[in-house]
């Protein structure tokens, strides 16, 4: 239990006490600076502490977001401050210089304690977040007219109204705020009354998906109208979890990766659910599905390559930019752009229509022509911002995308060779390398002239990343990347001609798949890249795509078959093991408390 200590008896009248209770924490109170910090010195470390000045007179909520959000170690609203365990060696030391600058034992109640101890904490280096309150009240009244007008301030806003409103993200997409999140928000209360936590609907969310998956999978016209609802079900629980994070603060570590990977797993397997059902009435969409899989991840590594980019960025000027916020000026173009990409909202409402309505084939053709535009328009947007932009990336920047680029041991090998080379090249050298190998596939198929470009792309790659990617288009790399191994499995399953061959093709893009989605949470989280270990143990992107290469030459198709599939299972399963045992021991230890905000698009 969190530990709340009030400077002095509250006022009379005052809710003060219960509002803290109902929040959580145990309430004690203090007679002067020493007695405040006896009473913190007996709190355990390993929990938050809140000083709270008695005269306090604002919204529950108000205190709620400036004392119980887990994602800060300190943070602050008028007339209360809070630390975690990481910041409580600073509101210790903080509170023991007014301690002995207090003489004749003055009482804390005098002179905003709370607001003292915040500023010493940001004086010591530990930033101290101040939730934006917007309408809600928070406030120390220094005399019984002031405190009568704040109670009256209190009365005029409804703080549980604003509370739903601030559990909906602020941007979203046109299906999820008209069409979900105005009645997905009672649904997260009806959850957070119940003491429901947003881990669970994300669980619940998932084995809906993939129910409706199974029922996609049986391929009679009830069961694809069933995974229709079912999966439209799925969604309104997977914006629900994020809203109840929201609303009862409920953040964490664990929740945001599962939150992220749960989307790609849902998503994914409900593909593999409809080729399933395409194939009970003599359809095979495998390619499409797994078609549909490599466009839609390509499309997020576009996303996360730029934001990472230029995460840090500065001189960040671009007339791309300057057009794209005057555009925004317009409100109907701002939803119109929001539509076009296809985010995940928009994307599902048409996977779960089409299945109910039409067949697997034309969803899947209807959702690769959707998101081959919405990945283009975004693409090409990016490109232009990049190059009418004077900006300079950071090492960190550089970092990140080296990360994202997934090279292996063979990468490793190659570096200390090719860094003489010119620098500059890195997207172009990627392209270069990615068309090789690719349309070596789809010209020669299974062949030793497809392995013979698969080592000329292992040097491109190589090359590519040479030298550290602070170039304007060296986003770009990673993607080429992911389009190169993809790609080439896609093709080089497709033309083998035997039955299972894409089903493992699938399987294996997912768990690489993963692997990726994986490496870009740790990032947006800064808890650090994969350990190197995992990348060499997978082979990396180059590696990987040469193996499978070689295997598609030396070995029959039923082989080939067999082959992708213990490759799949192989990678799933070091991959999988090791995220989990990471993003466990993450939560475990108290990594910083995050949540994702749902994909960029």
Request: aromatic share 8%; with cysteine.
């Amino acid at each position: 239990m969190s530990t709340a200590i009030l400077t002095g008896q509250p006022v009379p009248g005052s809710s003060l006490e219960g509002d803290l209770r109902s929040l959580g924490f145990d309430v004690r109170v203090a007679t002067d600076t020493g007695d405040a910090e006896t009473l913190l010195a007996a709190v355990p470390a390993d929990q938050r502490v809140a000083i709270v000045d008695s005269r306090f007179v604002g919204h529950p909520h108000a205190l709620r977001l400036g004392l119980t959000d887990p994602r800060f170690p300190a943070a602050a609203v008028p007339g209360a401050v809070t630390a975690q365990p990481t910041a409580r060696q600073a509101l210790t030391r903080a509170l023991a210089r007014e301690t002995s600058a207090a003489t004749g034992g003055a009482p804390v109640v005098t002179g905003n304690l709370a607001e003292r101890l915040a500023e010493a904490l940001d004086a010591d280096g530990v930033p101290v977040h101040r939730p934006e309150l917007g309408t809600l009240v928070a406030a120390v009244p220094a005399d019984p007219q002031a405190r009568n007008e704040a109670r009256q301030a209190v009365s005029a806003v409804d703080d549980e109204a604003i509370r739903l409103r601030s559990a909906v993200k602020a941007r979203d997409g046109f299906f999820t705020t008209h069409f979900i999140s105005p009645y997905s928000r009672y649904l997260a209360r009806w959850c957070a009354r119940r003491g429901m936590t947003p881990n669970q609907v994300t669980t619940a969310s998932l084995l809906t998906a993939l129910i409706a998956a199974g029922c996609a999978a049986t391929g009679t016209r009830g069961g694809f109208i069933a995974a229709g609802v079912l999966l439209i079900l799925s969604f309104v629980l997977d914006c629900t979890d994020g809203q109840l994070a929201r609303y009862s603060l409920q953040y964490s570590t664990l929740g945001a990766w599962l939150d992220a990977t749960f989307d790609r797993a849902k998503e994914y397997a409900y593909y593999a659910g409809l080729a399933l059902g395409a194939a009970r009435g003599g359809d095979d969409v495998w390619a499409l599905a797994l078609g549909a899989m490599i466009l839609q991840t390509c499309r997020h590594v576009v996303d996360f390559a730029f934001n990472e980019a230029n995460h840090d960025a500065t001189a960040n000027t671009s007339p791309t930019a300057a057009l794209s916020d005057r555009l925004d000026s317009v409100g109907w173009t701002v939803w119109v752009r929001r539509m076009i990409v296809l985010p995940i909202g928009e994307r599902w409402a048409l996977i779960a229509v089409l299945t109910a309505a039409t067949t697997p084939r034309i969803t899947f053709v209807a959702l690769l022509v959707g998101c081959a535009f919405a990945a283009t328009y975004t693409t090409a947007g990016r490109v232009l911002r990049s190059l009418t932009r004077r900006a300079r990336r950071t090492d960190r920047a550089a970092q990140a995308l080296a990360d994202l680029a997934d090279s292996g041991p063979l990468t490793e090998l190659l570096i200390p060779v090719l860094r003489g080379r010119a620098r500059g090249t890195a997207p172009l050298s990627a392209a270069a390398g990615a068309l090789l190998v690719v349309l070596g596939a789809w010209f020669f198929g299974p062949s030793w002239q497809l392995v013979l470009l698969a080592g000329a792309y292992v040097l491109l790659a190589a090359e590519a990343v040479a030298h550290p990617l602070k170039g304007a288009l060296g986003w770009l790399v990673p993607p080429f990347f992911r389009a190169a191994e993809y790609g080439t499995v896609l093709i080089l399953a497709a033309k083998s001609g035997v039955n299972g061959v894409l089903p493992a093709a699938f399987g294996l893009v997912a768990a690489v798949a993963y692997h990726h989605y994986d490496t870009v949470y740790r990032i947006r989280g800064d808890a650090g890249a994969p350990p190197r270990r995992l990348v060499r143990a997978v082979g990396g992107h180059e590696v990987r795509t040469l193996v499978v290469t070689i295997l598609a030459a030396l070995l029959t198709a039923a082989q080939f078959k067999v082959a992708l599939t213990v490759l799949a299972v192989y990678v799933a399963l070091v991959v999988l093991v090791e995220s989990i045992r990471f993003w466990v021991s993450a939560h475990k230890v108290g990594a910083p408390a995050v949540h994702d905000e749902g994909e960029p698009a």
